[in-house]
């Protein structure tokens, strides 16, 4: 597996966002990118279980870096979530997304996180809008620090 680059500031996988999760993001031969992540107190919404926002981020996140992986840059246009298990705080998560389908500048994409015993805790479906390439060119060069650590 190949580590995705991260940002400075981004929220998810930002290295120097003092309250933003750090995630790390790897990219497989199968075109799935995949990540592990353990959620920390400060991320829980009831007691030891973790905020279903930060849930729903992590997928978003996850989803939008498979098309990225493709060289695929894009926005959100719409994310439908399904919570299956609550997830709990300090236990390890292994996340997988995928593209599932491109027409156009529209890609579909599809991400889950899994407990510990394997067991499906939450899974999203997400319809994502290419951004126009002038407009990416902008974006890669805001993110010039872009890079792997």
């Not at 399904?82 to 890609?107: A, D, Q, V």
Request: glycine share 10%; proline share 6%.
């Amino acid at each position: 597996m190949e580590k995705q680059p991260s940002s400075q500031m981004c929220f998810v996988c930002g290295r120097d966002n003092p309250i933003g999760l750090h995630m790390h993001f790897y990219t497989d031969t199968d075109g799935c990118v995949y990540a592990d992540y353990i959620p920390r107190e400060e991320h829980q919404s009831y007691p030891g279980v973790m905020h279903g926002g930060l849930i729903t981020t992590m997928l978003d996140e996850l989803i939008g870096r498979t098309a990225i992986a493709s060289d695929l840059w894009c926005m959100t246009a719409k994310l439908e979530i399904r919570f299956r298990k609550p997830i709990p705080i300090g236990e390890p998560l292994k996340l997988k997304g995928e593209i599932t389908k491109k027409n156009g500048r529209l890609l579909e994409g599809r991400g889950e996180i899994r407990l510990p015993d394997g067991s499906l805790a939450a899974q999203a479906i997400g319809t994502y809008l290419r951004i126009p390439d002038e407009q990416i060119e902008q974006y890669k060069t805001a993110l010039n620090w872009w890079r792997v650590e």
